[in-house]
């Protein structure tokens, strides 16, 4: 890049695997975009060599690091704070290094809150049904209930789901309802529901022939928000398409997520239609 001088400031990804990551294309658009003297560079890191890279990150004083699968809950016993999400949540996906102290950040949930927002959604009093009970549900569960809307989780495991469920409630001193996804609970659940989040990985690539909800309990008026962003249109939107639903993709959440990582570490509004289409463009170029 030509923009590397004596001053640049590193940035960067770990995890393992790491080759098909969007980030670096979306961080380094923005740099580019914003003529700031960064770079931002994918670091495979093994689970066992976690703890040299974070003191790798010290003593090359690396700014700011994402932290992707597996890392996002070992990281934290290595980081010196903690923001209150990414307490709340037990997750890290962002790492500032604010002169020396590392400083572990969430950004996937407020990326989620900040995609809906964009959409004219306000979660307040809404009534919310996540399916899924794993790491991507848990941060979503945790930023709509603080936003306050009203929540049920379904998983194909009930015990999963029970134990977010109650996780939640403890948090916010307010019941949810948790329940096994059955097609009989599904329709129960979205009976007057105003958004439905699937965070599961059904329909995603290599199985864009499956969906997570029979099509016939998808309604008009409902937003169906799949995170899945690999295919961007999965069987779940396109039938929510047909059924006179609204369809919110994966992407803008990745985007959201890096944009806000971006600001944490730069200072500086992240461009974020610049980073949009350069991860369109990297996902585009994996096939
Ligand atoms: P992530 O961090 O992306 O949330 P995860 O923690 O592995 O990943 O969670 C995956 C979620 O997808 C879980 O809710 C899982 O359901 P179980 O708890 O029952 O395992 C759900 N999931 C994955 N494959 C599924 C399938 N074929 N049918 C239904 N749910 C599935």
Redesign the pocket.
């Known amino acids: 890049m030509s923009f590397l001088t004596g001053r640049t400031r590193v940035c960067g990804i770990i995890g393992d695997p790491i080759e098909h990551t969007m980030s670096p294309a979306m961080h380094n658009a923005a740099f580019e975009t914003l003529g700031l003297d960064y770079i931002y560079l994918p670091f495979r890191v093994r689970r066992e060599e976690l703890q040299n890279a974070i003191a790798g990150m010290r003593a090359l004083n690396i700014v700011g690091l994402n932290v992707t699968?597996p890392h996002k809950v070992d990281v934290i016993p290595l980081l010196d704070k903690l923001d209150p999400l990414a307490e709340g949540m037990g997750a890290v996906n962002t790492i500032v290094n604010d002169n020396g102290v590392l400083i572990g950040c969430n950004t996937d949930a407020p990326g989620f809150l900040q995609t809906l927002r964009s959409r004219g959604i306000e979660p307040e009093g809404k009534k919310i049904v996540i399916?899924?009970?794993?790491?991507?549900?848990?941060g979503i569960a945790f930023i709509l209930a603080r936003a306050g809307a009203r929540l049920v989780i379904l998983?194909?495991?009930a015990s999963?789901a029970g134990g977010l469920a109650s996780q939640i409630a403890q948090l916010y001193g307010k019941s949810l309802k948790a329940m096994e996804?059955s097609e009989g609970n599904l329709a129960e659940a979205l009976d007057g529901a105003d958004v439905l989040v699937n965070?599961?990985?059904?329909g995603m690539v290599p199985?864009v022939g499956?969906t997570?909800v029979p099509a016939g309990l998808l309604k008009p008026g409902m937003t169906v928000f799949d995170i899945v962003y690999n295919p961007r249109e999965t069987r779940l939107l396109r039938e929510a398409k047909a059924a006179g639903a609204r369809a919110i993709d994966g992407l803008d959440m990745l985007v959201w997520q890096g944009a806000l990582a971006f600001e944490k570490w730069t200072g500086r509004e992240a461009p974020f239609e610049i980073m949009k289409q350069a991860a369109v463009k990297a996902l585009a170029s994996e096939k």
């Open positions: 699968i399916l899924g009970a794993g790491g991507a549900a848990k998983n194909r495991t999963k996804s965070t599961t990985s059904v199985d499956q997570p």
